[in-house]
Structures are given as structure tokens and as C-alpha cells.
């Protein structure tokens, strides 16, 4: 696998569907808080910062996008891989063995070259698998995010910066 620093990125996700509107991030339980644990959806305006995320990619047999989270706040996740648990939803871990290989669609087509702009019309898959989803939950409960869920996500992506370095340090990318 070779690291391609032309097709990697920071951004921001916020789901535009319906029933589950609101930005990517960990807020989970009561109180509502950013735990840096599960990829969730916070409804907008319950966050001070919205998490950014690293999409490094990866060319190569299962080319695609390693995903990290990067401090947007200051106790924000950093440094944290999305990887799957044995339901398929989305967990920030440190370390990852077989670190997945995210796919990225805008209107069902491949993220070729991206572009410092907003997209929507976003798409996520882990390979073989469906799109990021939620579970059929009640509008007050948390809404975890994962694959094979029966509620597919679409999303608009804020990219902030493009060309971004190698995330292969905690060090790198850090609020100042």
C-alpha cells in the first residue's frame, strides 16, 4: 500500500438525511457529551466544534481511505482510527490492526482529485460492505453510526484542507 498525499484530506461530516439530521462526532449518553467513542451523529448546535477527521489514501489492491480523527477541541478524540466492533458500528481506536479501507462516493461516483469545498451528496462504505447507517432508534436516543445499519446516511463533506501529510504521528495536526 502506498500512501497518496495528493487524494488525502481533512473534513468535516454532517448528515443531510431526513430522520437523522446532524454532524458527525462521539456524543453519546446522558449528559449529551463528546465521549471519543462511537462514531455518532450530534444534532447541530450540541457541539461547540465540529470533529474533523483525516481521510489519508491509501492506492493499492483495496485502495481507499484510512479514516482519523483530529482534534477539533481542546479534550477533542486525536489520533483515534474508525474501525468496526462485531455489529459493525464505528468505534475510535488507537490502534488497529487491519485498518479498513474506506470507500468515498459523491453522487454515487468515486472521490477522484478532491478539492478544498463542500460536498454533498456524500457517501461511506467499508468494502464488501453497505454505506455508513444508523439503527432504528427513537429521536431522543443516541444515534450510533455503522455499516448494514437499515438507515443510510447522506452526507455533506466539508473539506478544509487538501494534500495533507501522512497522519503516522499523535503529534501531527494538533489544535494550537
Given at each position: 500500500?502506498?500512501?497518496?498525499?495528493?487524494?488525502?484530506?481533512?473534513?468535516?461530516?454532517?448528515?443531510?438525511?431526513?430522520?437523522?439530521?446532524?454532524?458527525?462526532?462521539?456524543?453519546?449518553?446522558?449528559?449529551?457529551?463528546?465521549?471519543?467513542?462511537?462514531?455518532?451523529?450530534?444534532?447541530?448546535?450540541?457541539?461547540?466544534?465540529?470533529?474533523?477527521?483525516?481521510?489519508?489514501?491509501?492506492?493499492?489492491?483495496?485502495?481507499g481511505y484510512?479514516?482519523?480523527?483530529?482534534?477539533?477541541?481542546?479534550?477533542?478524540?486525536?489520533?483515534?482510527?474508525?474501525?468496526?466492533?462485531f455489529q459493525?458500528?464505528?468505534?475510535?481506536?488507537?490502534?488497529?490492526?487491519?485498518?479498513?479501507?474506506?470507500r468515498v462516493?459523491?453522487?454515487?461516483?468515486?472521490?477522484?482529485?478532491?478539492?478544498?469545498?463542500?460536498?454533498?451528496?456524500?457517501?461511506?462504505?467499508?468494502?464488501?460492505?453497505?454505506?455508513?447507517?444508523?439503527?432504528?432508534?427513537?429521536?431522543?436516543?443516541?444515534?450510533?453510526?455503522?455499516?448494514?445499519?437499515?438507515?443510510?446516511?447522506?452526507?455533506?463533506?466539508?473539506?478544509?484542507?487538501?494534500?495533507?501529510?501522512?497522519?503516522?504521528?499523535?503529534?501531527?495536526?494538533?489544535?494550537?
Open positions: 500500500m502506498r500512501y497518496v498525499q495528493v487524494r488525502s484530506f481533512l473534513a468535516t461530516l454532517t448528515s443531510v438525511t431526513p430522520e437523522y439530521p446532524g454532524n458527525l462526532d462521539s456524543v453519546e449518553g446522558t449528559p449529551q457529551t463528546r465521549r471519543n467513542r462511537w462514531l455518532t451523529i450530534a444534532p447541530s448546535g450540541q457541539i461547540e466544534s465540529q470533529q474533523r477527521f483525516w481521510f489519508g489514501y491509501f492506492e493499492g489492491i483495496d485502495a484510512q479514516v482519523r480523527t483530529v482534534e477539533s477541541s481542546s479534550g477533542g478524540s486525536h489520533y483515534a482510527i474508525w474501525d468496526l466492533d459493525n458500528y464505528i468505534g475510535f481506536y488507537l490502534t488497529s490492526k487491519k485498518p479498513i479501507l474506506w462516493r459523491i453522487d454515487g461516483a468515486k472521490l477522484g482529485r478532491p478539492e478544498q469545498r463542500v460536498y454533498d451528496g456524500v457517501t461511506l462504505a467499508a468494502p464488501g460492505l453497505a454505506t455508513l447507517g444508523v439503527a432504528n432508534r427513537a429521536s431522543w436516543d443516541d444515534h450510533y453510526v455503522g455499516v448494514n445499519k437499515p438507515n443510510p446516511l447522506s452526507l455533506r463533506m466539508n473539506i478544509l484542507q487538501v494534500g495533507v501529510a501522512l497522519f503516522d504521528s499523535p503529534l501531527k495536526f494538533r489544535q494550537r
